[in-house]
Each structure stands twice: as C-alpha cells, then as structure tokens.
C-alpha cells in the first residue's frame, strides 16, 4: 500500500512534508506566455512535448494559453495513453514504435484522438499499416530525418523520398510530414550563435521536404526545433510545428536559455550540519534525480550540491554561508525528465502557498 500525503489547497511552503517537488506557479506560467505570445501570431506553433510534464492538466493549460497546434508530443505510447485519456485531442508519439503490442496500442488511441507517430523505416510503416487497416483507423506517420542528435531518422533525403512514396501506397497510415531532433554542439546565451547552428541543422529538414514535394507528395507537417531554437525555427518558412519541452520547467543544462525561469524544484530540508562548512539534506538521487550532474540550490549562490545519495545531499558551504538544521532549500534538477518521473504530483506554489495540485499521471510510463 502505497501512502503519501497529498497537500492542501492554501497551505504555506513551510508546513510542506520534504522532500517535495513544486512549481514555481508564476515562473510556470512566465514561461506559457513566453511561449504562447511568440507564436500566436505566426504560421509554426508549438507542440509542448509532454514527456517533460507528464501531466495532462498541465498540458491543457498551455493549450488554453494559445500559441500551439492544440496537442503534445510524447516519447512513449504510455504518455500518448494518458494524454489521450486525459482529454488531449492530438498526439505526435515522437519516438520509432517497433513491438507489435506497441503499434496495436497506438492504434487503438487513433479510435480515441488524432495520432501521429515517427518512422524511418518501411518495414515498419508496414507494420503500422497493418494494425491501423485492421482496427479501421487512420495513423498519421512522419518521417524522421537525423539531424545532429546522433539517434534515429533516415540519413538522406533520397531515402526519405523513398519512404515516403511507400508510406504513401500502404492503407490505414497517411504520409503527414517530416520532423527532427537537434542538439546545440555549443550552448550559447547569444541569439547570433543559436540562429546560426539552428538553421543550419533545420536547413537539412527543409531540403527533404523539398525533395518529397518534388517528387509531388504534399508535405503537411514539418516538425522541429527545440527550446533552444523556439525563436529560431519559428522564424523559418517551411516549419509548421516546434517540439519545445524543457522551457516549461527548466533545467540547469539550459540556463543559457534566459527567456525562461527555473519552474521545477525539490524542495528538501536541511537534518544535519555535521562540521562546520557541511550540510545534509533530506533529498537525494531518489527525489531529483542526477542523469547530467547535480543540482543547484536554488537562491543560495555560496552553497553547493558535492554528493548525493539515494535519500540525503551533501552539500558544501563557502565561509559566509550559514545553513540550520531545519532549514528549507529548493534544487533546481541539471535534467528534469528523470526528476518529474519520480514523483506522484505537482504542488504548485504562488506567494509562498500552495495554489494547485497536479497529479503526474504519466510518471513511470517507460513503455
């Protein structure tokens, strides 16, 4: 049996049981209108990428906010199911889905909602065709070219004409568009730079897309970009939709990106001061999660995270820091994905109470 105490509407941060994950609320909601008013008025939109959040709530919430194409992206059929589930009318499942179960599953939620899912391989789309042509539905497919993330995509525009073109003649799935993943060689707080490297890597999205339609298959969907590039791709003619995830929360790995704040925090408390110039934490590995380094103490620029554990933190004070057993501190995690998945909900924090609770419905989907 599992127990867990689930806060009060109205109760102050520091009546709070920790180790506790909160939101920021009005860092949270900076970042929706960041992303809501730079593409309400253009051609892209965003598609928020739900693997991030994991919450249908929070997903809705950025819909009504405006600036997006009304759905999310998910990593994982799972995620897809409780987007779905939970009211979402769209869902781009942004990874290859292989397993036949899988494939069964996904087109059981095109009954249910609009899905589209990746491809880069014909075998699979056939694969796809015949659970979609089986249960009467039509899957949307797009095909992902590699990009610079080193993962999964067709490697070449010829190849992914020819993808198209088989896609195209299968029954069940319907050729959509085409999208990628990037990553930033160098992060840079300078616009120049990400303008620079963005369009770079987009460029090579565009050339397939061109390479389809001349091959006279329209091209409806074309999805790409990243936080980091948001204000990048779209800018790009051509570019319909941006699979922007990690501004909603933030992450350190992304402090170059000051258009958004750190939403997503632990907030721990400190059961040890050891020796002097030494502290310990009530959250650890379990509560944040570690998969590029440690996390940051949120405010406290002469305390830093050296160690953690499973359950406690180490943290190492400069001379004109002091830090009492029994004092609160909130960590800003280096990878957020990993530390959302660990916890049941969201206590959303504003003015120093809580404002909302949000249960993470979709934490612990890995298949």
């Not at 960041?34 to 709530?57: C, F, I, V, W």
């Not at 620079?196 to 390479?211: C, M, N």
Request: glycine share 10%; aromatic share 4%; net charge negative.
């Amino acid at each position: 049996m599992q127990f867990s105490l689930r806060p009060q509407i109205g109760t102050s941060l520091e009546d709070l049981d920790t180790p506790c994950l909160i939101l920021d609320m009005d860092a949270l909601d900076h970042n929706m209108a960041t992303m809501a008013e730079y593409y309400q008025d253009r051609t892209a939109k965003l598609r928020g990428h739900g693997k991030n959040h994991k919450s249908p709530a929070i997903a809705h919430r950025q819909i009504r906010r405006g600036g997006t194409v009304g759905g999310v992206c998910a990593a994982k059929v799972a995620e897809a199911e409780v987007m779905v589930h939970g009211g979402v009318p769209s869902v781009f499942v942004t990874s290859e889905i292989t397993a036949a179960l899988k494939i069964k599953r996904l087109c059981t939620l095109a009954q249910q909602a609009q899905i589209l899912v990746a491809c880069e391989d014909l075998d699979n789309a056939r694969d796809l065709s015949r659970s979609a042509a089986a249960l009467g539905v039509d899957l949307g497919v797009v095909i992902e070219i590699e990009t610079g993330l080193r993962r999964c995509g067709v490697q070449n525009p010829e190849q992914g004409v020819a993808l198209a073109q088989g896609i195209g003649s299968l029954p069940g799935i319907s050729f959509q568009g085409i999208m990628s993943h990037q990553m930033m060689d160098q992060p840079s707080s300078e616009r120049e730079d990400r303008v620079t490297e963005g369009r770079q890597l987009i460029q090579k999205v565009l050339d397939l897309k061109k390479a389809i339609e001349m091959a006279g298959i329209p091209v409806a969907i074309v999805s790409t970009g990243e936080t980091w590039s948001y204000d990048v791709a779209g800018e790009i003619p051509g570019v319909t939709e941006i699979q922007g995830g990690t501004y909603l929360l933030m992450e350190t790995s992304y402090d170059y990106m000051r258009d958004f704040q750190f939403a997503g925090k632990v907030l721990t408390t400190i059961i040890s001061t050891p020796r002097a110039g030494v502290a310990v934490g009530d959250a650890g590995i379990k509560a944040v999660g570690s998969l590029k380094g440690m996390p940051a103490v949120d405010g406290r620029p002469g305390v830093v995270v050296e160690s953690m554990d499973a359950d406690h933190a180490m943290y190492r004070l400069n001379p004109a820091s002091n830090l009492q057993i029994g004092q609160q501190l909130c960590l800003i995690p280096a990878q957020q994905d990993a530390m959302v998945s660990r916890w049941d909900r969201f206590v959303g924090i504003r003015d120093g109470k809580v404002e909302a609770v949000w249960d993470i419905e979709a934490r612990g989907c890995h298949n």
